[in-house]
Nanobody
Framework: QVQLVESGGGLVQAGGSLRLSCAAS????????MGWYRQAPGKQRDLVATITGGGRTNYADSVKGRFTISRDNAKNTVYLQMNSLKPEDTAVYYC????????????WGQGTQVTVSS
């Protein structure tokens, strides 16, 4: 089974930037939709951004214009560039993949913590 490993989280001040990476341990068919989710304490896990195999992207309204999702199919890696971070972006961020939206492979990685201080 393909494992997903998220990285790149950390503590940043409001207005700062972070770049998250999600590497798959095995080959993911390039036609898969890749997605980033986030889960804040006490809240449900929400889909933040998706990218199709052809590069079409979609974003939640809360991050539109600030976050950019991209992928490198040769490296089986998806990225999330996060700019103009806000305290409400604080959450554990997860990636996943699948053939439909919301993309889900059946399991989750460990996630990466993003904390934005005010």
């Amino acid at each position: 089974q393909v494992q997903l490993v998220e990285s790149g989280g950390g503590l940043v001040q409001a207005g700062g930037s972070l770049r998250l990476s999600c590497a798959a341990s095995g080959s993911i068919f390039s036609a898969n939709i890749m997605g980033w989710y986030r889960q804040a304490p006490g809240k449900q896990r929400d889909l933040v951004a998706t990218i199709t195999g052809g590069g079409r992207t979609n974003y939640a309204d809360s991050v539109k214009g600030r976050f950019t999702i991209s992928r490198d199919n040769a490296k089986n890696t998806v990225y999330l560039q996060m700019n103009s971070l806000k305290p409400e972006d604080t959450a554990v961020y997860y990636c996943n993949y699948g053939l439909t939206v919301p993309p889900f492979s059946g399991s989750w990685g460990q996630g990466t913590q993003v904390t934005v201080s005010s």
